[in-house]
C-alpha cells in the first residue's frame, strides 16, 4: 500500500555521529545530542581543544569523540547545507506559473471539471475561498494548492541565477537537487503545513503552537514522501525520478554530484552507496506503487490528511490518542462518502492499495 510504503523509510544517519534520526535539527539531519552540544560550545567561553593535537581526529560512530573535532565537524556541514542554494530563480519564475498566460493551467487528463485538474500552486485561483462547513475535498484542494503556492514562491527565494541542473515537468521547471538548499526548503513545507492544517481540521486549529509542531515534525518525513509521489507521478511519469522538494528533483545520474558537493571526500564512497540503495528502494518500491494504484486528487488529499494523524502518533504520546482516532476516522468517512457517490463498491479493497 502507498501509506505503508512511504511510512516504512530507514531512518537518516546524523551526519556528525552517524546514529539513526528521523527528525533534524537547526535545519541539517543532526541528532538532539550532536545539537545540544553544538549549542552549548557555541555559548561558551572555554576553549575547545583537540584529544591529539591534530584538530582532524574525528570519527563516525565511535564514542567518545573529541569535543573540537565534533565541533567542527558540525559547523562544516551546517556551513554546507546553508550555502548549498546556488540555481536559477528566474527559470523557476518564468516556467513555474508567475504570468497571467492562459497556458499555464494545471493540467488535466480529462474534461470532467476543477475536481480532475492537478493541484499545484497554478490552480490556486480555480479554486473559491472556502468556509470551514464547506465540503471536506473542497477545502482540501484550496488549502493545498494554497500550500503549494507558498511553496513555490518561498523555494524560488532561495535560489541564485545560474540555471544549470534545470528539468522540465509538465509547465514547471525543476532544479537538480544538487543545486538546491534542501533543508530550507523542507522547513519552507513544515512552516506551510502548519495553516495548511488549521484550515482543514478544528481539531488541529484548537492544539497549542508547541503540539501543531509536534504533530508536524514527527509526520513530516511522511507527508513529504507522499507529497512529492503525486507531483512525480505527474510530472515525469514514465521516468525514474523523484521530487523531494517542491522545486527540485533528484535522479540516479545527479546522486554522485549530490555525494561530492554534500559530503567530505573520506565519506563520499560509503554515502553514495548508501544512497544509490535508498534511491533503488524509493523508485522500485514506493513511487512504482503509487504509479500502480494511481490515486485520484481527493484519495491524494485523504491521505495527506490521515498522513498527520498517523497512528504512530498516538504510540508516542497516549495523550494524541483520542485526537488522532477521531480525525482519522473523519477521514476516512468523508472518502467512504465520496465513493459511495461514484457509486464505487471497492470500498475496501481500495483502502487496502492506499494504507
Given at each position: 500500500?502507498?501509506?505503508?510504503?512511504?511510512?516504512?523509510?530507514?531512518?537518516?544517519?546524523?551526519?556528525?555521529?552517524?546514529?539513526?534520526?528521523?527528525?533534524?535539527?537547526?535545519?541539517?539531519?543532526?541528532?538532539?545530542?550532536?545539537?545540544?552540544?553544538?549549542?552549548?560550545?557555541?555559548?561558551?567561553?572555554?576553549?575547545?581543544?583537540?584529544?591529539?593535537?591534530?584538530?582532524?581526529?574525528?570519527?563516525?560512530?565511535?564514542?567518545?569523540?573529541?569535543?573540537?573535532?565534533?565541533?567542527?565537524?558540525?559547523?562544516a556541514v551546517l556551513s554546507k547545507s546553508t550555502s548549498g542554494a546556488t540555481t536559477s530563480a528566474m527559470l523557476l519564475q518564468r516556467d513555474n506559473g508567475n504570468d497571467t498566460d492562459s497556458s499555464d493551467e494545471p493540467h488535466s487528463n480529462n474534461s470532467n471539471g476543477v475536481q480532475n485538474t492537478f493541484i499545484d500552486h497554478r490552480?490556486?485561483?480555480?479554486?473559491?475561498?472556502?468556509?470551514?462547513?464547506?465540503?471536506?475535498?473542497?477545502?482540501?484542494?484550496?488549502?493545498?494548492?494554497?500550500?503549494?503556492?507558498?511553496?513555490?514562491?518561498?523555494?524560488?527565494?532561495?535560489?541564485?541565477?545560474?540555471?544549470?541542473?534545470?528539468?522540465?515537468?509538465?509547465?514547471?521547471?525543476?532544479?537538480?537537487?544538487?543545486?538546491?538548499?534542501?533543508?530550507?526548503?523542507?522547513?519552507?513545507?513544515?512552516?506551510?503545513?502548519?495553516?495548511?492544517?488549521?484550515?482543514?481540521?478544528?481539531?488541529?486549529?484548537?492544539?497549542?503552537?508547541?503540539?501543531?509542531?509536534?504533530?508536524?515534525?514527527?509526520?513530516?518525513?511522511?507527508?513529504?514522501?507522499?507529497?512529492?509521489?503525486?507531483?512525480?507521478?505527474?510530472?515525469?511519469?514514465?521516468?525514474?525520478?523523484?521530487?523531494?522538494?517542491?522545486?527540485?528533483?533528484?535522479?540516479?545520474?545527479?546522486?554522485?554530484?549530490?555525494?561530492?558537493?554534500?559530503?567530505?571526500?573520506?565519506?563520499?564512497?560509503?554515502?553514495?552507496?548508501?544512497?544509490?540503495?535508498?534511491?533503488?528502494?524509493?523508485?522500485?518500491?514506493?513511487?512504482?506503487?503509487?504509479?500502480?494504484?494511481?490515486?485520484?486528487?481527493?484519495?491524494?488529499?485523504?491521505?495527506?490528511?490521515?498522513?498527520?494523524?498517523?497512528?504512530?502518533?498516538?504510540?508516542?504520546?497516549?495523550?494524541?490518542?483520542?485526537?488522532?482516532?477521531?480525525?482519522?476516522?473523519?477521514?476516512?468517512?468523508?472518502?467512504?462518502?465520496?465513493?459511495?457517490?461514484?457509486?464505487?463498491?471497492?470500498?475496501?479493497?481500495?483502502?487496502?492499495?492506499?494504507?
Amino acid at each position: 500500500s502507498i501509506m505503508a510504503a512511504a511510512s516504512s523509510s530507514k531512518p537518516y544517519e546524523c551526519l556528525i555521529c552517524g546514529v539513526p534520526i528521523y527528525n533534524a535539527n537547526l535545519g541539517i539531519d543532526a541528532c538532539r545530542a550532536c545539537t545540544v552540544f553544538y549549542r552549548t560550545a557555541l555559548s561558551s567561553t572555554k576553549e575547545l581543544l583537540c584529544r591529539k593535537g591534530t584538530d582532524d581526529c574525528f570519527v563516525r560512530n565511535t564514542r567518545p569523540n573529541c569535543r573540537k573535532c565534533r565541533f567542527t565537524r558540525f559547523a562544516a556541514v551546517l556551513s554546507k547545507s546553508t550555502s548549498g542554494a546556488t540555481t536559477s530563480a528566474m527559470l523557476l519564475q518564468r516556467d513555474n506559473g508567475n504570468d497571467t498566460d492562459s497556458s499555464d493551467e494545471p493540467h488535466s487528463n480529462n474534461s470532467n471539471g476543477v475536481q480532475n485538474t492537478f493541484i499545484d500552486h497554478r490552480s490556486f485561483s480555480l479554486f473559491a475561498s472556502c468556509s470551514t462547513d464547506a465540503p471536506f475535498f473542497d477545502r482540501m484542494r484550496r488549502a493545498y494548492s494554497l500550500l503549494c503556492l507558498i511553496r513555490s514562491c518561498g523555494e524560488q527565494g532561495t535560489y541564485s541565477d545560474d540555471p544549470v541542473g534545470a528539468k522540465k515537468g509538465d509547465e514547471m521547471t525543476f532544479i537538480s537537487i544538487v543545486k538546491s538548499n534542501k533543508q530550507a526548503n523542507m522547513a519552507i513545507l513544515a512552516r506551510g503545513l502548519i495553516p495548511f492544517y488549521d484550515s482543514i481540521f478544528e481539531d488541529f486549529r484548537g492544539l497549542t503552537n508547541e503540539s501543531k509542531n509536534f504533530f508536524v515534525n514527527r509526520s513530516l518525513r511522511m507527508i513529504q514522501s507522499l507529497d512529492g509521489l503525486y507531483r512525480s507521478a505527474h510530472h515525469f511519469p514514465d521516468e525514474d525520478i523523484l521530487s523531494p522538494t517542491y522545486t527540485t528533483y533528484v535522479s540516479m545520474d545527479i546522486l554522485d554530484e549530490f555525494v561530492e558537493n554534500r559530503f567530505p571526500e573520506p565519506e563520499q564512497e560509503l554515502m553514495a552507496k548508501e544512497m544509490r540503495g535508498n534511491f533503488h528502494r524509493s523508485v522500485d518500491i514506493i513511487l512504482n506503487e503509487y504509479k500502480r494504484v494511481k490515486p485520484t486528487n481527493e484519495e491524494f488529499l485523504a491521505l495527506m490528511g490521515l498522513s498527520l494523524w498517523n497512528n504512530e502518533l498516538s504510540r508516542v504520546n497516549e495523550e494524541y490518542s483520542e485526537i488522532v482516532t477521531r480525525n482519522r476516522s473523519a477521514v476516512l468517512s468523508e472518502l467512504h462518502k465520496l465513493y459511495t457517490e461514484l457509486g464505487r463498491t471497492d470500498y475496501s479493497v481500495r483502502l487496502g492499495d492506499l494504507l
